[in-house]
């Protein structure tokens, strides 16, 4: 009979020696621990990096164990993916055996793999961002080709804009003119003008005062009419 028990024990005793500074016990009771695993540097120090979660199952290793990424670096959610994919693959192919270790080296493979991809995405990435400035800047020197329905709307809408602004130029000299009139050109140009001041003593009617004071003196006035000079309608008096 299979002690899973203590096959389960002399394996993390040997993942523990093997990877003394990235394993970490997380539980006793189901087994569960924690192993980064981190690719090889690549150009320009381009790394990839997958923690990886295992807990043991009670019949490990005739079942496989759980796993599951703990947390990730420069990956994608296609490339963790992957990885689960590979994991899978690899467990079912190892079951009856302790496979921790065999796990853990085909995922480090597979993160070597991932690092030379990451680079070729980002040079992938960076050409197309050329692309489409070079494609820009394209634009922006050729400009939009005239065809007769885009010429003839150009046409249109600035034709258009011309009218307002004649109108509007119109209009303000107009206005501009209005205030340097005469009295006399206001008048000739406003007829209304000439009815106003009657309109005005015919609505005030009999509200109209007159300051009597004003001609209580009239009759003391020394007034000469022999002055040949003098002109009674100067006066405003009418004459016997």
Same mark, same amino acid.
């Given at each position: 009979?299979?002690?899973? $028990?203590?096959?389960?024990?002399?394996?993390?005793? $040997?993942?523990?020696?093997? @990877?003394?500074?990235?394993?970490?016990?997380?539980?006793?009771?189901?087994?569960?621990?924690?192993?980064?695993?981190?690719?090889?540097?690549?150009?320009?120090?381009?790394?990839?990096?997958?923690?990886?979660?295992?807990? @043991?199952?009670?019949?490990?290793?005739?079942?496989?164990?759980?796993?599951?990424?703990?947390?990730?670096?420069?990956?994608?959610? $296609?490339?963790?993916?992957?990885?689960?994919?590979?994991?899978?693959?690899? $467990?079912?192919?190892?079951?009856?055996?302790?496979?921790?270790?065999?796990?853990?080296?085909?995922?480090?493979?597979?993160?070597?793999?991932?690092?030379?991809?990451?680079?070729?995405?980002?040079?992938?990435?960076?050409?197309?961002?050329?692309?489409?400035?070079?494609?820009?800047?394209?634009?922006?020197?050729?400009?939009?080709?005239?065809?007769?329905?885009?010429?003839?709307?150009?046409?249109?809408?600035?034709?258009?804009?011309?009218?307002?602004?004649?109108?509007?130029?119109?209009?303000?000299?107009?206005?501009?003119?209005?205030?340097?009139?005469?009295?006399?050109?206001?008048?000739?140009?406003?007829?209304?003008?000439?009815?106003?001041?009657?309109?005005?003593?015919?609505?005030?009617?009999?509200?109209?005062?007159?300051?009597?004071?004003?001609?209580?003196?009239?009759?003391?006035?020394?007034?000469?009419?022999?002055?040949?000079?003098?002109?009674?309608?100067?006066?405003?008096?009418?004459?016997?």
């Amino acid at each position: 009979m299979t002690d899973y $028990a203590e096959e389960q024990r002399n394996e993390l005793e $040997a993942i523990e020696s093997i @990877y003394p500074d990235s394993f970490t016990v997380l539980s006793d009771e189901p087994i569960s621990f924690t192993i980064t695993v981190t690719s090889d540097e690549g150009e320009n120090d381009e790394i990839a990096e997958a923690t990886l979660k295992f807990t @043991y199952v009670e019949k490990y290793p005739d079942e496989p164990p759980e796993w599951e990424i703990f947390s990730r670096e420069n990956l994608e959610d $296609a490339d963790e993916e992957e990885i689960l994919t590979l994991l899978q693959q690899q $467990a079912e192919e190892n079951l009856g055996m302790v496979m921790i270790f065999t796990l853990v080296t085909a995922v480090q493979e597979k993160l070597n793999e991932m690092v030379d991809q990451i680079k070729n995405r980002r040079e992938e990435e960076k050409m197309r961002q050329e692309r489409e400035a070079e494609e820009a800047e394209k634009v922006t020197f050729q400009g939009t080709v005239v065809n007769i329905e885009n010429f003839l709307a150009w046409k249109a809408r600035f034709e258009l804009e011309v009218a307002e602004i004649r109108q509007k130029r119109q209009k303000d000299e107009e206005q501009a003119g209005k205030l340097k009139l005469t009295g006399k050109q206001l008048f000739e140009t406003d007829h209304n003008l000439d009815t106003s001041d009657i309109q005005f003593l015919e609505e005030a009617g009999n509200n109209v005062e007159v300051d009597e004071s004003l001609f209580q003196d009239i009759e003391d006035l020394d007034l000469d009419e022999d002055d040949p000079d003098f002109d009674p309608l100067d006066m405003g008096s009418d004459e016997d």
